[in-house]
């Protein structure tokens, strides 16, 4: 067992949020890289910079559909004056024609067709008199390209071969996949996907849509937390309720602790029996492994976190639905990013003006699920999407951001600017 972090910061007797995640992150040891085709890329993390093998643009390029030309033999070319050039090649894109240009000539050439050597500018069609419906034969110029160069894309004007286009940690969405393409590059070093075991307790729980007797109620926080933990870029490996019973829990700890198991994981978060009551399962079955504190925030103040001698990490999240999903954010989701080497691990954050007050925690951090008020465009407004209460899983699935009101914080008035962290 990792020795265990007892001291640090406090307020009104809790440990902050930042000397928490303090030791969460120096326990997300980064994950090894792989390298996979780029067509498996998406979502993943780089590992390693991305550099181009080839110049972006490869060649020189036409940028218009018109023609190509000697700048020297339309500077002049005006509406009361035309320049009458003789059309000479025809060049679709893909072609991998040079036709020489004399003084005096043009190629009719479309967007993307490599640039003829012998010529420095393109004229558009709708610059000459008769555009694409006169195009071959000759054609008469009516306006005068602004400079030399003008409407051609450089061979390497974006990038040269070698020259880095993604550094490692950027997450690999469609534009950086596109990019990476583009630089004729068709595989990539990525991290490893955290695998991640997902383990709900209570014996209240039943599975949504089974019967409800007296006492039970649809097990959600699993489906919450599994989710949560794959949009983080994490492979769940499992996904399990179990009653609060140290035995049961252990079997299945057993399995995904398991190196030769297929659902052995490097991160298991468990949701409930981490309070103060007297079924705490968590608390009770892994007291010796895992350290409990009492964090300065709501929802989420009972936290548990410890790592097993494998360097597997353990979360011990609270039961109610709003203080699991602060919890992974704050402290899961950041270790998971973290063994991803992701550059960036937090969420952005605006300030916004709240559209109505609510009252705030005395002494505790703040996290209240918010909506965006659009209905002004220029003048955004956040609005509560619960009363505040940890356990209103259907108000939850209207937020689109978290309120993070400091401690410091009395309430939150009408007009008062808050943070506002999204999360969609």
């Known amino acids: 067992m990792e020795p265990r972090h007892r001291g640090g910061p406090r307020v009104n007797g809790l440990r902050t949020v930042e000397d928490h995640l303090a030791d969460v992150l120096a326990a997300a040891v980064p994950l090894p890289g792989e390298r996979v085709p ?27 559909d018109g023609f190509a030309v000697r700048f020297a033999d339309v500077t002049d070319a005006a509406a009361d004056a ?24 043009a190629a009719r050439i479309m967007t993307g067709s490599p640039v003829p050597s012998d010529a420095d500018a393109i004229v558009p069609f709708e610059d000459t008199a008769g555009g694409l419906a006169d195009s071959l034969g000759s054609i008469s110029v009516l306006r005068a390209p602004r400079a030399a160069g003008a409407h051609i894309r450089r061979a390497g004007e974006d990038a040269h071969a070698g020259a880095e286009v993604l550094p490692a940690g950027v997450v690999l969405g469609a534009l950086q996949v596109a990019a990476v393409a583009a630089s004729g590059v068709a595989e990539v070093v990525v991290s490893r996907r955290p695998r991640v075991a997902v383990i709900s307790t209570g014996s209240e729980l039943v599975e949504a849509g089974a019967p409800l007797r007296r006492g039970q ?33 252990d079997a299945v700890l057993a399995e995904v602790t ?45 936290q548990g976190f410890g790592r097993l001698p494998s360097g597997a990490l353990l979360f011990g999240l ?56 659009r209905t002004d465009p220029r003048a955004w407004r956040v609005i509560p999407a619960t009363s505040g209460g940890s356990h209103l899983a259907g108000g939850l699935g209207r937020a689109e951001a978290y309120a993070v009101v400091p401690a410091e914080a009395d309430a939150v008035s009408a007009g008062d600017l808050v943070d506002v962290m999204l999360i969609s």
């Not at 009458?84 to 003084?103: C, I, K, N, Q």
């Not at 109620?217 to 009653?243: F, Y």
């Not at 609270?318 to 969420?347: H, T």
């Open 38 to 64: 780029l067509s498996d890329a998406h979502g993943r993390t780089l590992n390693e910079p991305v550099r181009a093998a080839e110049d972006i643009p490869v060649f020189d390029n036409s940028a218009m």
């Open 82 to 105: 035309p320049v009458t050039l003789r059309v000479v090649s025809d060049l679709p894109a893909g072609t991998a024609d040079d036709p020489a240009l004399a003084p005096g000539e």
């Open 217 to 249: 109620i649809p097990e959600s926080n699993s489906v919450l937390l599994a989710a949560l933990a794959a949009d983080a870029g994490a492979e769940v490996v499992r996904r399990a309720s179990v009653p609060d019973e140290p035995g049961d829990l």
């Open 258 to 302: 398991d190196p030769r198991s297929p659902q052995c994981a490097d991160v298991v978060v468990f949701s409930g029996g981490v309070s103060a009551g007297a079924y705490e399962v968590v608390k009770t079955t892994l007291a010796s492994t895992m350290t409990f504190s009492k964090i300065a925030m709501q929802p989420g103040k009972p």
């Open 318 to 373: 609270p039961g109610n639905p709003v203080s699991a999903a602060v919890s992974f954010e704050v402290f899961v989701r950041s270790a998971l990013l973290r063994m991803q080497g992701r550059r960036v691990l937090d969420r952005p954050v605006l300030a916004l003006p709240a559209g109505d007050g609510w009252r705030t925690p005395p002494g505790r951090r703040q996290y209240l699920p918010v909506t965006i008020d």
